[in-house]
Structures are given as C-alpha cells and as structure tokens.
C-alpha cells in the first residue's frame, strides 16, 4: 500500500511528466457528457496538484478547449475570442450552460419536424 501511494503523490520528474502528458492528451467521445469528461480532467488536476504542480486558470482552459469535441466548436471559438479573463469555475459553468443549450434546442428541432406517415 506504502509503494502504491508513493507512486500516486509522487513529486519525481518522470511522474509529473506523465500526468501532464495525461492532462495534454485527453479527448472528449462524441457520446460523453460534459460533466463526464470534466471528471477525467479534474481527476488529473488533482494528481498534479497533490504532486505540488501549479496550473494556472488559463492552461487549464486550453488544455479543456483542446479536447473538447468537435460540437463544442462554437463555444471554444467564443471562449477563446473573449477578451475578459474566465475562472476556471466560470469557465466550467459556461460549459455546461452551452451543453444544455444545445441539446434542449436539438429536442425542440427534433420535435417541430413534420412527421411522414
């Protein structure tokens, strides 16, 4: 248990590398919710901040865009366009605002189609 903790709060080098390398390449699945990747992003925020890593508000927001998937494009372009800083909290609200948006406006699409009989 002793070797496994070291290994997750380690502060070495190679360790460190490999969390950001994690943080750099997550991508968003086309059929994962916001909040779901949110979690895999936060879950190596942690990791990096446990191993004493200070990410600022603006790395972490980029890294997000990123990966985000390609339906998000609108809302990245806008993000990254906006001449005020965001928090990252703000950021993550402003996110799922857009998610939700976006899918009751996909359901009302949805429902004002003529239906063939």
Known sequence: MKTLREHYVSQR???????YTILALLEM????TVTEYLIRVEKAITALRNAKETLSDGLTIAMI?????EFYKPFAIHIIQSAG??????????????EE??????????D????SN
């Open 65 to 69: 865009l990123k990966g985000l998937h």
């Open 29 to 32: 699945a086309a059929h994962v």
């Open 112 to 115: 004002h189609f003529p239906r």
């Open 13 to 19: 080098k190679p360790r460190i590398i490999t969390l």
């Open 101 to 110: 948006t976006e899918k009751y406006n996909a359901r009302a699409k949805a």
């Open 85 to 98: 800083e965001i928090s990252f909290t703000e950021f993550k609200s402003q996110l799922r605002s857009f």
